[in-house]
């Protein structure tokens, strides 16, 4: 039986896109209180089916896939550019394909200009309404309204005509922002995107009896099933390693390993291959936020994806991937370690000018790495670091990072990282961290 925010969900992802939701609404429309109502709409909110805007109300919108994730609905640009909505509000559900800044005269302008664009574009009345004749939406820029005939137009062809108090050169750079981060999320692969899913799933309920397990065994050749209750919520996990010796008539619940780790959908790949190496598990299950089983994910699905995940081409740069590609090596002469080099640049600084932390850490981790890499075919996990900072480092900075491998087990690497300017040693680091094997 479905929980009442799981109804509502379910309520709010039936509604045709575009349409307008209130708490009130749905409160009245579903029978529940208007907490209860509130809770959901943040939720479909945070899972990317309704967008929020202040003076306008909740909409729904398309949800994203992988592949349309760097398109961007009218509506998320209006929170992203803190926009008022002055005509054309029904179509603020439509996806933008490209947009298009209009610093041009008016006919070049519209010839760039199509159907699906957003034209970005100052106080200029004509260039507003032969975009939307064009269909595209419009984004004045500097704070300016719109004649009455172009919010009629707007309304009528239901395409938005969006006010933002920022320059054209702002917004572009905060739409783009938002779109590269889209991008990078799109790049990391989470556990929904490997999972066996519940129709192909085996699994027990809590009061089948070790009958069922042998039966299941023989049906499927696997020996590790998640144990669910009526509800379909998790409950345990079981193992040939639980039913070693035990009678045909005792009831899973009496042998099952009790509240298992779980990992839910949106869980990244990378963390749940942690996870399974951590606490050497073969199977995890995937659950939604009420704890009901969606699927499984097994040790070899976790290994393949991240096989694929090193061939794929990078697309948006994360902050670790602009840091990392900014360090110079120099290969050391046979007998003699490799030399790294870096130069702090002012965006990698606190606003004192020293450099951050988290950059510091993250050089010393990625040099840590390289220097394993003889040594393993895998990834590493940091399991723990002591940093000496010994001498505030500034911008401009060149820096030189000497790693030293101490020790390398099958499973765990010791790394001491020596950072040097100007000969003089500026900072130290021990590193342990385990070896995620790849074979």
């Not at 081409?313 to 360090?327: A, K, M, N, R």
Request: charged content about 25%; some cysteine.
């Amino acid at each position: 039986m479905a929980t009442k925010h799981e109804q509502i969900l379910e309520y709010i992802d039936s509604l045709p896109i575009g349409e307008k939701i209130s708490v009130r609404q749905i409160a009245k429309a579903l029978e529940v209180s208007e907490g209860t109502a509130y809770r959901a709409i943040k939720d479909a909110e945070a899972k990317g089916y309704v967008s929020t805007i202040e003076r306008v109300g909740t909409i729904r919108i398309e949800r994203k896939q992988k592949e349309n994730i760097e398109k961007l609905t009218f509506a998320e640009v209006v929170n992203i550019i803190d926009g008022h909505v002055l005509g054309g509000r029904a179509g603020l559900h439509k996806m933008l394909n490209k947009f298009v800044i209009g610093a041009m005269k008016l006919e070049a302008m519209m010839r760039y200009t199509d159907a699906g664009n957003l034209l970005i574009v100052g106080n200029r009345t004509k260039a507003h309404e032969l975009a939307l004749r064009a269909g595209a939406a419009v984004l004045i820029t500097g704070g300016f309204d719109t004649d009455d005939e172009v919010k009629k137009l707007a309304d009528e062809l239901e395409l938005p005509v969006i006010s933002t108090s920022y320059d054209t050169f702002t917004v572009a750079a905060m739409i783009n922002r938002a779109i590269y981060d889209q991008l990078i999320k799109k790049e990391i692969v989470l556990v929904e995107d490997i999972l066996t899913s519940l129709d192909k799933t085996a699994y027990l309920h809590h009061d089948d009896t070790l009958e069922e397990w042998y039966e299941k065994n023989q049906s499927t050749f696997h020996s590790r099933f998640p144990v669910v209750d009526q509800n379909m919520r998790v409950q345990g996990m079981i193992t040939s390693k639980d039913v070693m010796g035990q009678e045909k008539q005792i009831k899973i619940n009496k042998l099952m390993t009790k509240n298992p780790i779980t990992v839910s959908t949106n869980t990244s790949v990378a963390s749940a291959a942690h996870v399974m190496i951590w606490e050497g598990i073969e199977v995890l299950p995937v659950v939604n936020e009420q704890s009901k089983l969606q699927g499984i994910i097994s040790r070899q699905d976790v290994l393949k994806a991240l096989q694929m995940i090193q061939r794929q081409p990078q697309v948006g740069e994360t902050i670790e991937d602009s840091i990392t590609s900014q360090l110079e090596v120099t290969e050391g002469k046979s007998g003699e370690k490799d030399l790294y080099r870096f130069a702090v640049t002012p965006q990698m600084t606190t606003g004192l000018g020293t450099i951050s932390y988290g950059v510091f850490t993250s050089i010393v981790t990625e040099v840590a790495n390289r220097a394993l890499k003889p040594y393993k075919k895998g990834d590493l996990v940091v399991e723990n670091m002591s940093i000496y900072f010994i001498k505030p480092v500034q911008m401009e900075s060149l820096l030189e990072i000497q790693p030293r491998v101490l020790d390398v087990g099958r499973k765990f690497g010791k790394v001491d990282v020596e950072v040097f300017h100007e000969g003089v040693l500026v900072g130290k680091c021990l590193i342990i961290c385990q070896l995620i094997d790849r074979h």
